[in-house]
């Protein structure tokens, strides 16, 4: 196993995030299929509810529930409204039928008038999942979150603290306290950082991570860089190229590919190198096309990581330190 993905799957939760339409989800299910076929009990969690990632592995749509999507990989799907419904159940001991008016107006009631009970009640159940034990041992041994967008998903990571800052004792305020201690654990707790290398996304990694040291301990372990275009990136070898292309025939098309993806090389060069000077080990992952998302392009978007984390040295992998960059 590479060492990046090593300290990944040492961490009990992988937080993964990402501006949207980057591929987060992709990655998601992609690293829980590497914690699965390295025989970890993993759950993929999608806080989003839409269960993208799980339909990235063939499996049915998610549900609330745990359900098993392939040998030792199983994923659930957060729904707000459940993830209260539950919490009532084992902290409050508030039976189903004892509650008055639907649990999702509850829900809308105390979320409307408490900012921050929405995020730590998503924090609170992969703290819940984590903290989870079967047959005397705990149920999970790496739990991957497909977290929301990096413009969210730090009010996701900050709710416990947030509700502590509201909350001076009580019980509420030592529940989330422990979620926080998870959440914040550099040993047990973890994000990875999606992006494409282009200027929006690489803007949005930037900024992301240095609000993450101002708000949570939480470390960024890695960046992925997905969709990169490699190819020739010499000028004058595509004008060549390009001025030969009406001798070529039928071979023409085959030369507008390579110029092409020699074109997209060159544009998203200078964002790759700003994504890997920003301090976590960066893993590169090619474009791939697939003409359905399923679980054989989940396998293949999984081995193209796992070789590209295998191929960054021992220096480009140091171990996080808690202020959510790699260590200086």
Do not use: C
Not at 11 to 37: D, F, N, Q
Not at 280 to 304: G, M, S, Y
Not at 307 to 316: D, N, T, V
């Amino acid at each position: 196993m590479s060492q990046l993905l090593e300290q990944l799957f040492r961490r009990r939760a992988i937080w993964v995030t990402g501006k949207g339409g980057v591929g987060k989800s992709s990655v998601s299910a992609a690293l829980a299929l590497l914690s699965a076929e390295r025989g970890l009990r993993t759950l993929l969690i999608d806080v989003e509810a839409r269960g993208d990632a799980a339909s990235f592995l063939d499996a049915v749509p998610p549900r609330y529930e745990a359900r098993e999507a392939r040998p030792n990989l199983f994923h659930l799907a957060l729904h707000p409204e459940e993830v209260l419904d539950e919490y009532l159940q084992i902290a409050l001991k508030i039976p189903r039928i004892r509650r008055l008016g639907p649990i999702r107006k509850i829900f809308d009631f105390i979320a409307t008038g408490a900012p921050g009970v929405k995020e730590v009640l998503i924090s609170g159940k992969v703290g819940f999942e984590e903290r989870a034990e079967q047959g005397g041992r705990p149920r999970w041994d790496v739990i991957v979150v497909d977290a929301a967008p990096s413009g969210q998903v730090l009010s996701h990571l900050r709710g416990p603290k947030t509700i502590q800052e509201m909350v001076g004792v009580g019980m509420i305020r030592n529940q989330t306290a422990w979620v926080r201690e998870i959440l914040e654990d550099p040993e047990k707790t973890g994000v990875v950082i999606v992006s494409l290398p282009e200027e929006m996304p690489v803007t949005e990694t930037s900024e992301l991570l240095q609000n993450i040291p101002k708000e949570v301990n939480t470390p960024v372990l890695a960046i992925v860089a997905n969709r990169v275009v490699s190819g020739p990136r010499d000028p004058e070898a595509l004008h060549a190229i390009a001025k030969s292309r009406a001798a070529l025939g039928e071979a023409a098309a085959a030369i507008d590919a390579a110029v092409l993806s020699a074109g997209l090389a060159d544009e998203q060069h200078e964002h790759l190198e700003r994504l890997k000077n920003l301090g976590p080990p960066t893993a590169e992952v090619p474009l791939i096309a697939w003409e359905n998302h399923d679980l054989a392009a989940t396998k293949q978007l999984a081995e193209a990581l796992e070789k590209s984390s295998s191929h960054l040295s021992e220096a480009e992998t140091p171990t996080p330190g808690p202020s959510g960059g790699a260590n200086e």
